[in-house]
């Protein structure tokens, strides 16, 4: 099954200042795959920044995070 932006439930989606930035970082946090933890996107608008990791010990032995073209992430299952 695939895991990412389009999949996973969105549990927080908000704009956020850090350090009186004036671009905001759109925080997005979407259910892990075990349901107990997230992931956690930021999307750095203005820049095109991408980042997204996993705060979740059980899904962060499972699976790293691969992000690609925009703002895009997916899971991939680490062998
Ligand atoms: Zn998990």
Same mark, same amino acid.
Do not use: Q, S
């Given at each position: 099954?695939?895991? $990412?932006?389009?999949?996973?439930?969105?549990?927080?989606? %908000?704009?956020?200042?850090? #350090?009186? *930035? $004036?671009?905001?970082?759109?925080? +997005?946090?979407?259910? /892990?795959? /075990?349901?107990?933890?997230?992931? +956690? $996107?930021?999307?750095?608008?203005?820049?095109? %920044? $991408?980042? *997204?990791?996993?705060?979740?010990?059980?899904? *962060?032995?499972?699976?790293?995070?691969?992000?690609? /073209?925009?703002?895009?992430?997916?899971?991939?299952? +680490? #062998?």
């Amino acid at each position: 099954m695939e895991y $990412n932006d389009r999949t996973a439930k969105v549990i927080l989606d %908000e704009d956020r200042y850090p #350090d009186g *930035a $004036n671009c905001p970082t759109r925080h +997005i946090e979407y259910l /892990c795959p /075990c349901g107990k933890g997230k992931i +956690i $996107n930021e999307r750095v608008m203005g820049f095109g %920044e $991408n980042y *997204a990791w996993i705060e979740c010990k059980k899904c *962060a032995k499972k699976y790293e995070v691969v992000t690609g /073209c925009g703002y895009f992430w997916e899971l991939e299952e +680490i #062998d």
